[in-house]
């Protein structure tokens, strides 16, 4: 029974990440340039955008708070595996962004930074560019996935998990954080499903350090 269940469940993890990984590649070759286009043009509702895109900030202070409240006892009773969870998944996701923007290495959709050497980064808006270009280093190949939707992703589904009754909640930032990234053309759709997929990917790799951890404990110890 338990090794039919675990069957089951890769085989639903796999499935889960391969559709995933088509719908991230659909996106790169046939939807992202058109729609990093339309995204330009659009003007509406620029500025609550905007404020959308800063989601995985406001999970980022969420997740110190609780870090932080565990640090008292009547807190720690009873947050402690969440608290455990949400330092392995900033640890996860900070490592997950700096290597996969590193080992992709697209391009973005539009020019804002500003290069030493003169001029502005490469971009679909303003040059006609977008490409992968594998282990090219500086920001102008950072845009391939988005760590705002990673990070957004891996904390929202985190919190989820242990608070699922504030379920509208998190899946709320999820949709704003995707929203605000794509409305202000600051990824390509493709990057932000990408990111979605390794914040998903982090999420359930944190529970999984946790939980064998957690069998790991002495059950004898005094309390």
Known sequence: ????????????????????IL?????ILFVDRNLAELMHQQTYGRQILKWFSYTPVLLEFTAGLV????????????YLTLAIELLMTIA????????????FGRTWPESWIELPSGGHNPSWIADGIE????????????????????FTFALALTFWR???RFGILWFALLIAALAGQLGMN???????????????????TAKYIATELSWQQPKDLPK
Do not use: W
């Open 1 to 20: 029974m338990i090794k039919s269940v675990f069957h089951s469940s890769l085989k639903g993890l796999a499935l889960l990440y391969g559709s995933l």
């Open 23 to 27: 719908l991230c590649l659909f996106s």
């Open 67 to 78: 870090i932080a409240a565990c640090m008292s006892q009547t807190f720690r009773q009873k």
């Open 92 to 103: 996860l996701a900070f490592v997950t962004r700096l290597a996969t923007k590193y080992l």
């Open 131 to 150: 490409a992968f270009h594998p282990f090219a280093e500086g920001l102008s190949y950072n845009s391939f996935p988005s760590g705002h939707a990673l």
């Open 162 to 164: 242990h608070l699922p």
């Open 186 to 204: 600051y990824h390509y759709l493709g990057d932000l499903i990408a990111g979605a997929s390794f914040g998903l990917l982090v999420s359930h």
